[in-house]
């Protein structure tokens, strides 16, 4: 069963760099084909894209955001960090890590639970 | 960036109706299309993947159609456990989502 699960702080300050890492079972991102995907909602929106990593360690970006993004990856944990610099309020959003597999071309089919991020002084 | 347009942005049918979505991409995505169901206070889940293929497990009730620019995501025969909104998202280039279809029953 393939599963994932994001955790990182609930609350950050303007200016603050976020970390939320992305653990995940029942796959490899060692595994050709492989890959995690980083989205985000802020409260009653769209969702947004924000970054994507692969099993070959490449990695793909928001072109509005890419200066302030950096993914990576430790496959022996089974995780995925996605660090985002300067944040304000207008990232206040639920953040969700996913899998792209290699059952679909390029579909996001499983997601983990999301995690809230409020950024506020 | 390609952009995705969503209509309508809201709708509100009855149980056992035909509902039906569309979306249009700012350029040519062929089918490069996927849609996602999202339940309030849930993560989304994938329905539909290349504008017309059913994911694994999603009930046939759900369906896609289209390529190019423009697509259609149809729910026939509409059940209560169907009210969510609902995104198309592109990948011929990075990745977009539309605005979002909140479907409500009446």
């Known amino acids: 069963q393939v599963t994932l699960k994001e955790s990182g702080p609930a609350l950050v300050k303007p200016t603050q760099t976020l970390t939320l890492t992305c653990t995940f079972s029942?796959?490899?991102?060692?595994?050709?084909?492989?890959?995690v995907t980083w989205i985000r909602q802020p409260p009653g929106k769209a969702l947004d894209w924000l970054a994507r990593?692969?099993?070959?360690?490449?990695?793909f970006y928001s072109t509005s955001l890419k200066t302030r993004l950096t993914i990576s990856k430790d496959t022996s944990k089974n995780q995925v960090v996605l660090t985002m610099t300067n944040m304000n309020p207008l990232d206040t959003a639920t953040y969700y890590c996913?899998?792209?597999?290699?059952?679909?071309?390029?579909?996001?089919?499983?997601w983990g639970q999301g995690t809230k991020v409020t950024v506020s002084s | 960036d390609i952009q995705m347009t969503q209509s309508p942005s809201s709708l509100s049918a009855s149980v056992g109706d035909r509902v039906t979505i569309t979306c249009q991409a700012s350029?040519?995505?062929?089918?490069?299309l996927n849609w996602y169901q999202q339940k309030p206070g849930k993560a989304p889940k994938l329905l539909i993947h290349d504008a017309s293929n059913l994911a694994t497990g999603v009930p046939s009730r759900f369906s896609g159609s289209g390529s190019g620019t423009d697509f259609t995501f149809t729910i026939n025969s509409l059940q209560p456990e169907d009210i969510a909104t609902y995104y198309c998202?592109?990948?011929?280039?990075?990745?977009?989502f539309g605005q979002g279809t909140k479907l409500e029953i009446k």
């Open positions: 029942g796959f490899s991102l060692n595994t050709i084909g492989m890959r």
């Open positions: 996913a899998r792209i597999g290699s059952d679909y071309d390029d579909a996001f089919d499983i």
């Open positions: 990593i692969d099993w070959d360690d490449d990695k």
């Open positions: 350029q040519d995505i062929s089918n490069y």
């Open positions: 998202q592109q990948f011929d280039d990075s990745y977009s």
